[in-house]
Nanobody
């Protein structure tokens, strides 16, 4: 089993920045993709950004150029640097570790709330 714990959420003004962190504990053997997802009130969960073990990244169109995903494999951590935040970025952000080859390898954190408001 893998446990994921997110941190770094909070209240920020529009135009501000936050850095989310996710630390993984347990056996991460077989996991080759790490990602951040978000779910706003009344909306479905959506992909924000993901990164493969090889370093390939994908971003949602709504965050490209403002958010950056990165990893520290030695520490089993993944980060999401969020700049130029907008009110529409308000959501619970979830960390996900999974395998794109073995669908039973799929772990989620409990989420951290990001609120962008003046």
């Amino acid at each position: 089993q893998v446990q994921l714990v997110e941190s770094g959420g909070g209240l920020v003004q529009p135009g501000g920045s936050l850095r989310l962190s996710c630390v993984a504990s347990g056996s991460i053997f077989g996991i080759n993709v790490m990602g951040w997802y978000r779910q706003a009130p009344g909306k479905e969960r959506e992909l924000v950004a993901r990164i493969s073990r090889g370093g390939s990244t994908n971003y949602a169109d709504s965050v490209r150029g403002r958010f950056t995903i990165s990893t520290d494999n030695a520490k089993n951590m993944v980060y999401l640097q969020m700049n130029s935040l907008k009110p529409e970025d308000t959501a619970v952000y979830y960390c996900r570790y999974y395998s794109d080859a073995y669908h039973y390898i799929d772990y989620w954190g409990k989420g951290t709330l990001v609120t962008v408001s003046s």
